[in-house]
T-cell receptor, first 118, second 114 residues
Framework: DAGVIQSPRHEVTEMGQEVTLRCKPI?????LFWYRQTMMRGLELLIY????????DSGMPEDRFSAKMPNASFSTLKIQPSEPRDSAVYFC????????????????FGPGTRLTVL | GNSVTQMEGPVTLSEEAFLTINCTYT??????LFWYVQYPGEGLQLLLK?????DKGSNKGFEATYRKETTSFHLEKGSVQVSDSAVYFC?????????????FGGGTRVLVKP
Protein backbone atom coordinates (compact mmCIF):
# COMPACT_ATOMS: atom_id res chain seq x y z
CA ASP A 1 0.00 0.00 0.00
CA ALA A 2 1.23 3.49 -0.77
CA GLY A 3 0.24 4.79 2.63
CA VAL A 4 -1.71 7.97 3.25
CA ILE A 5 -1.29 10.36 0.34
CA GLN A 6 -1.56 14.11 0.70
CA SER A 7 -1.41 16.83 -1.90
CA PRO A 8 0.01 19.29 -2.43
CA ARG A 9 3.14 18.84 -0.32
CA HIS A 10 3.76 22.58 -0.27
CA GLU A 11 1.35 25.43 -0.83
CA VAL A 12 2.14 29.12 -0.83
CA THR A 13 -0.76 31.49 -1.22
CA GLU A 14 -1.77 35.03 -0.47
CA MET A 15 -4.06 36.15 2.26
CA GLY A 16 -7.70 35.96 1.23
CA GLN A 17 -7.25 33.14 -1.25
CA GLU A 18 -9.02 29.80 -1.00
CA VAL A 19 -6.85 26.81 -0.17
CA THR A 20 -7.81 23.16 -0.64
CA LEU A 21 -5.78 20.34 0.86
CA ARG A 22 -6.37 16.78 -0.26
CA CYS A 23 -6.00 13.40 1.36
CA LYS A 24 -6.32 9.80 0.23
CA PRO A 25 -6.45 7.40 3.19
CA ILE A 26 -5.17 3.86 3.23
CA UNK A 27 -7.59 1.51 1.50
CA UNK A 28 -9.87 -0.24 4.00
CA UNK A 29 -9.45 2.30 6.77
CA UNK A 30 -12.69 3.70 8.12
CA UNK A 31 -11.35 6.60 10.21
CA LEU A 32 -9.80 9.73 8.81
CA PHE A 33 -8.26 12.56 10.82
CA TRP A 34 -7.07 16.06 9.97
CA TYR A 35 -4.39 17.62 12.18
CA ARG A 36 -2.57 20.92 12.20
CA GLN A 37 0.96 21.33 13.53
CA THR A 38 2.59 24.62 14.49
CA MET A 39 5.51 25.53 16.70
CA MET A 40 3.28 27.53 19.02
CA ARG A 41 0.37 25.12 19.43
CA GLY A 42 1.92 21.75 18.65
CA LEU A 43 -0.25 19.05 17.10
CA GLU A 44 -3.99 19.81 17.07
CA LEU A 45 -6.81 17.56 15.93
CA LEU A 46 -9.12 19.56 13.68
CA ILE A 47 -11.76 17.03 12.67
CA TYR A 48 -12.23 13.33 12.20
CA UNK A 49 -14.53 11.12 10.16
CA UNK A 50 -15.81 7.59 10.60
CA UNK A 51 -17.21 5.87 7.51
CA UNK A 52 -17.15 9.23 5.70
CA UNK A 53 -19.29 10.93 8.37
CA UNK A 54 -17.82 13.80 10.44
CA UNK A 55 -17.81 12.71 14.07
CA UNK A 56 -16.09 15.54 15.88
CA ASP A 57 -15.24 18.92 14.37
CA SER A 58 -14.72 20.72 17.67
CA GLY A 59 -11.10 21.39 16.76
CA MET A 60 -11.90 23.33 13.62
CA PRO A 61 -10.72 26.84 14.44
CA GLU A 62 -13.47 28.84 12.80
CA ASP A 63 -15.99 28.94 10.00
CA ARG A 64 -13.29 29.63 7.46
CA PHE A 65 -12.32 25.97 7.78
CA SER A 66 -14.40 23.17 6.30
CA ALA A 67 -13.76 19.50 5.62
CA LYS A 68 -15.53 16.94 3.50
CA MET A 69 -15.24 13.25 2.81
CA PRO A 70 -17.37 12.44 -0.23
CA ASN A 71 -16.23 8.82 -0.34
CA ALA A 72 -14.01 6.36 1.49
CA SER A 73 -10.94 7.20 -0.54
CA PHE A 74 -10.88 10.98 -0.54
CA SER A 75 -11.12 13.92 1.82
CA THR A 76 -10.54 17.65 1.52
CA LEU A 77 -9.79 20.40 4.00
CA LYS A 78 -10.65 23.86 2.73
CA ILE A 79 -9.73 27.25 4.10
CA GLN A 80 -11.63 30.21 2.70
CA PRO A 81 -10.47 32.92 3.03
CA SER A 82 -6.96 32.04 4.18
CA GLU A 83 -5.04 34.17 6.69
CA PRO A 84 -1.33 34.29 7.63
CA ARG A 85 -2.08 32.66 10.98
CA ASP A 86 -3.26 29.56 9.11
CA SER A 87 0.34 28.88 8.09
CA ALA A 88 1.18 25.43 9.43
CA VAL A 89 1.77 21.83 8.43
CA TYR A 90 -1.50 19.99 7.93
CA PHE A 91 -1.51 16.23 8.38
CA CYS A 92 -4.05 13.65 7.38
CA UNK A 93 -4.11 10.28 9.13
CA UNK A 94 -6.22 7.14 8.81
CA UNK A 95 -6.92 4.06 10.88
CA UNK A 96 -9.52 1.38 11.44
CA UNK A 97 -11.23 -0.23 14.38
CA UNK A 98 -10.82 -3.99 14.25
CA UNK A 99 -14.25 -4.80 15.55
CA UNK A 100 -17.16 -3.19 17.31
CA UNK A 101 -15.96 -2.38 20.79
CA UNK A 102 -12.56 -3.70 19.96
CA UNK A 103 -9.20 -2.08 20.14
CA UNK A 104 -8.17 0.63 17.79
CA UNK A 105 -5.47 0.20 15.27
CA UNK A 106 -2.56 2.49 14.64
CA UNK A 107 -3.12 5.88 13.05
CA UNK A 108 -1.06 6.18 9.88
CA PHE A 109 0.00 9.69 8.98
CA GLY A 110 0.57 11.22 5.60
CA PRO A 111 3.68 13.32 4.85
CA GLY A 112 1.79 16.56 5.45
CA THR A 113 1.10 19.72 3.50
CA ARG A 114 3.17 22.74 4.45
CA LEU A 115 0.93 25.78 4.00
CA THR A 116 2.32 29.30 3.90
CA VAL A 117 -0.11 32.20 3.72
CA LEU A 118 1.57 35.49 2.87
CA GLY B 1 -10.71 14.83 30.11
CA ASN B 2 -7.78 12.94 28.72
CA SER B 3 -4.34 14.52 28.69
CA VAL B 4 -0.71 13.60 28.09
CA THR B 5 2.28 15.37 29.59
CA GLN B 6 5.79 14.78 28.36
CA MET B 7 9.07 16.38 29.16
CA GLU B 8 9.94 19.46 27.19
CA GLY B 9 12.94 19.44 24.97
CA PRO B 10 15.17 19.82 23.35
CA VAL B 11 17.14 16.91 24.66
CA THR B 12 20.70 16.93 23.38
CA LEU B 13 22.96 13.95 23.88
CA SER B 14 25.95 12.21 22.38
CA GLU B 15 25.89 9.08 20.27
CA GLU B 16 25.66 5.88 22.35
CA ALA B 17 24.20 7.73 25.32
CA PHE B 18 21.13 6.50 27.20
CA LEU B 19 17.86 8.23 26.36
CA THR B 20 14.80 8.60 28.56
CA ILE B 21 11.75 10.67 27.69
CA ASN B 22 9.17 10.89 30.44
CA CYS B 23 5.46 10.67 29.69
CA THR B 24 2.54 10.69 32.11
CA TYR B 25 -1.13 10.64 31.32
CA THR B 26 -4.59 11.29 32.69
CA UNK B 27 -7.47 9.28 31.31
CA UNK B 28 -10.72 7.63 32.24
CA UNK B 29 -10.84 3.90 31.88
CA UNK B 30 -7.97 1.93 30.42
CA UNK B 31 -6.35 3.71 27.51
CA UNK B 32 -3.96 2.37 24.93
CA LEU B 33 -0.62 4.18 24.90
CA PHE B 34 1.62 5.06 21.99
CA TRP B 35 4.91 6.62 21.08
CA TYR B 36 5.11 8.27 17.68
CA VAL B 37 8.26 9.64 16.07
CA GLN B 38 8.53 12.46 13.56
CA TYR B 39 11.73 12.72 11.53
CA PRO B 40 12.57 16.08 9.95
CA GLY B 41 10.23 16.95 7.11
CA GLU B 42 8.06 13.86 7.56
CA GLY B 43 4.76 12.87 9.10
CA LEU B 44 4.40 11.00 12.36
CA GLN B 45 4.96 7.28 12.40
CA LEU B 46 4.22 4.77 15.10
CA LEU B 47 7.28 3.76 17.09
CA LEU B 48 5.66 1.44 19.63
CA LYS B 49 2.48 0.88 21.57
CA UNK B 50 1.01 -0.91 24.60
CA UNK B 51 -2.63 -1.72 25.11
CA UNK B 52 -2.85 -2.82 28.74
CA UNK B 53 -1.11 -2.41 32.07
CA UNK B 54 2.40 -3.91 32.36
CA ASP B 55 2.65 -4.39 28.59
CA LYS B 56 6.01 -3.43 27.16
CA GLY B 57 6.18 -2.00 23.69
CA SER B 58 9.47 -2.19 21.82
CA ASN B 59 10.84 -1.32 18.41
CA LYS B 60 14.19 -0.25 16.93
CA GLY B 61 15.87 -0.54 20.33
CA PHE B 62 13.28 1.68 22.02
CA GLU B 63 11.15 0.40 24.89
CA ALA B 64 8.29 1.70 27.00
CA THR B 65 6.29 -0.03 29.73
CA TYR B 66 2.67 0.76 30.52
CA ARG B 67 2.62 1.60 34.24
CA LYS B 68 -0.93 1.97 35.47
CA GLU B 69 0.06 2.63 39.07
CA THR B 70 2.11 5.67 38.10
CA THR B 71 0.10 6.51 34.94
CA SER B 72 3.32 6.62 32.97
CA PHE B 73 4.75 5.36 29.69
CA HIS B 74 8.39 6.49 29.64
CA LEU B 75 10.40 5.93 26.49
CA GLU B 76 13.94 4.55 26.76
CA LYS B 77 16.78 3.57 24.50
CA GLY B 78 20.06 2.25 25.73
CA SER B 79 22.36 3.59 23.02
CA VAL B 80 21.17 6.29 20.68
CA GLN B 81 22.40 7.00 17.19
CA VAL B 82 22.52 10.20 15.17
CA SER B 83 19.65 8.80 13.11
CA ASP B 84 17.44 8.87 16.23
CA SER B 85 17.34 12.66 16.07
CA ALA B 86 13.65 13.45 15.78
CA VAL B 87 10.61 14.67 17.66
CA TYR B 88 8.93 12.06 19.85
CA PHE B 89 5.25 12.22 20.77
CA CYS B 90 3.52 10.30 23.53
CA UNK B 91 -0.18 9.68 22.93
CA UNK B 92 -3.16 7.84 24.33
CA UNK B 93 -6.42 6.53 23.02
CA UNK B 94 -9.30 5.95 25.38
CA UNK B 95 -11.32 3.06 24.03
CA UNK B 96 -15.01 3.65 23.40
CA UNK B 97 -15.10 6.98 25.17
CA UNK B 98 -13.88 9.10 22.30
CA UNK B 99 -14.11 7.12 19.13
CA UNK B 100 -10.75 6.49 17.65
CA UNK B 101 -9.14 9.78 18.69
CA UNK B 102 -5.58 10.11 19.91
CA UNK B 103 -4.60 12.64 22.55
CA PHE B 104 -1.00 13.76 21.99
CA GLY B 105 1.58 15.24 24.28
CA GLY B 106 3.48 18.32 23.18
CA GLY B 107 6.40 16.41 21.69
CA THR B 108 10.05 16.19 22.75
CA ARG B 109 12.77 17.11 20.31
CA VAL B 110 15.85 14.90 20.56
CA LEU B 111 19.15 15.82 18.99
CA VAL B 112 21.93 13.24 18.94
CA LYS B 113 25.40 14.54 18.20
CA PRO B 114 28.18 12.36 16.78
Amino acid sequence: DAGVIQSPRHEVTEMGQEVTLRCKPISGHDYLFWYRQTMMRGLELLIYFNNNVPIDDSGMPEDRFSAKMPNASFSTLKIQPSEPRDSAVYFCASSFRRSRGGGIDTQYFGPGTRLTVL
Amino acid sequence: GNSVTQMEGPVTLSEEAFLTINCTYTATGYPSLFWYVQYPGEGLQLLLKATKADDKGSNKGFEATYRKETTSFHLEKGSVQVSDSAVYFCALSALKAAGNKLTFGGGTRVLVKP
